[in-house]
């Protein structure tokens, strides 16, 4: 490894190497350079090169660089991994939070409320709504995150939508099949054609993912495969809302058509469990709408125990879970779902990347990006152990510290 400075492909000067040392605990999640499934490793540290990791090792045996970070024998970990958020929208449903919390039960009808105040707003306002929840997530941890459509459900307010995302992340989705919208309530037919048909036209370019809310009051499992069959003919990835509210095909569907997430999965039979652990879907579990809608929240030990992928997300939107905070689902995941904190921190870092298909985040090795978060603790258990606590102490995104 070269620890000076090179000129970019730009003729800029190249960002400085950095080497991060004095970190007590460091979550690798690759086996080879440490011990159990997070590749732990004690006194250790990392070497960032160009935007990306060049070095991992023990303290001891750290190469030079141009400038040196002390990280006091805090905890450092990959970045999180947000595989599933809905951020671009406008409008607030106080009420509904405070009507659902006071007895009211929740439904996918709500979705519309956003839609309209959605559809009111300018681009500049999306954009900053967006920009702002973006920051969020990063101040907490959140180096990757993916965002959806889906509160437009017009041909021109879906297109941008996804133009606006795009601004922000690389994994954008395209949820035109987020619900039937108002104009087309008679007619659930005739929009599932605007949604494969002249949405999905306009939608394309700007998305890498296509998904649907496959639920009772959303789509139904034959609407659900000719949205995701339609994406694929585009050339985009299925993912799928499976089996949030209740059973159904969704799991299924999301398996047998190859999507690279089923999202929810809190309600499974034994078949949907064995589906996913037989394939590369994986399976994302969302505590934040549970915890939300005082919902049942899904089994984690159950699917880890079969052998499925797990990864988690915050699933932040303006109804259903409006929390940008890795670390809250983390402490949630190890409460309410089974899982340890090794297991849910896992799934919040390399699962996630396994269910958006990045090799290259969710893990500190060499050749990774190197998004880093850095706690303010001496172990990563402290995302469970001490929940609600803001622990972020340093956050690199692509080698560059952003706080």
């Excluded at 011990?35 to 070095?55: E, F, K, R, S, Y």
């Excluded at 002390?70 to 958020?85: C, I, K, Q, T």
Aim: proline share 5%; net charge negative; charged share 20%.
């Amino acid at each position: 490894m070269s620890t000076q400075s090179t000129p970019a492909a730009s003729g800029r000067p190249a960002a400085p190497s950095t080497l991060i040392t004095g970190i007590g605990s460091l979550v690798t999640n690759d086996t080879a350079y440490g011990t159990g499934p997070l590749g732990l490793l004690a006194d250790a540290a990392v070497v960032i090169d160009g935007g990306t990791v060049a070095w991992v090792g023990p303290a001891g045996s750290a190469p030079a660089a141009d400038e040196r970070f002390d990280a006091g024998g805090r905890a450092l970990l990959p970045g999180f991994v947000d595989s599933h958020a809905h951020l671009v929208f406008a409008g607030d449903r106080t009420a509904e939070f405070n009507a659902r919390m006071s007895g009211q039960a929740y439904s996918a009808g709500g979705i519309r409320t956003t839609v309209a105040a959605t559809r009111a707003a300018s681009d500049a306002e999306l954009d900053a709504n967006l920009a702002r929840f973006v920051r969020e997530a990063l101040h907490q941890g959140t180096t990757t995150i993916e965002c959806k459509s889906g509160y437009g459900l017009t041909v021109e307010d879906e297109a941008r939508a996804l133009r606006i995302a795009a601004g922000h992340t690389p994994e954008t989705t395209y949820l035109g099949a987020h619900v039937v919208a108002p104009e087309y309530a008679d007619d659930p037919a005739g929009y599932v054609d605007l949604v494969t048909g002249e949405m999905l036209d306009a939608c394309a370019p700007y998305a890498r993912w296509v998904d649907v809310f496959c639920e009772n009051g959303a789509f139904d499992g034959d609407q659900a495969r000719a949205v995701l069959t339609a994406g694929v003919e585009r050339g985009l990835t299925p993912r799928v809302h499976a089996n949030q509210l209740s059973y159904g095909p969704g799991v299924q569907l999301a398996v047998e058509l190859g999507a690279a997430s089923a999202d929810h999965c809190t309600h499974l039979t034994d078949e949907d469990v064995a589906a996913l652990a037989g394939s590369a879907t994986v399976a994302t579990l969302l505590p934040g709408a549970e915890f939300s809608t005082r919902a049942p929240y899904p089994d984690a030990r159950r699917l880890l125990a079969a052998g499925a992928t797990v990864a988690l997300s915050t699933d932040c939107n303006p109804g259903s879970s409006f929390t940008s905070s890795m670390a809250f689902c983390v402490a949630v995941a190890v409460r309410e779902m089974g899982m340890t904190p090794d297991e849910a921190v896992h799934s919040a870092t390399a699962g996630g990347a396994r269910a958006l298909r990045r090799t290259d985040v969710g893990l500190i090795a060499p050749g990774a990006r190197a998004d880093l978060l850095l706690l303010d603790a001496p172990s990563h258990v402290h995302l469970a152990y001490r929940p609600g606590v803001p622990l972020t102490a340093a956050v690199w995104r692509g080698g560059v510290r952003e706080l």
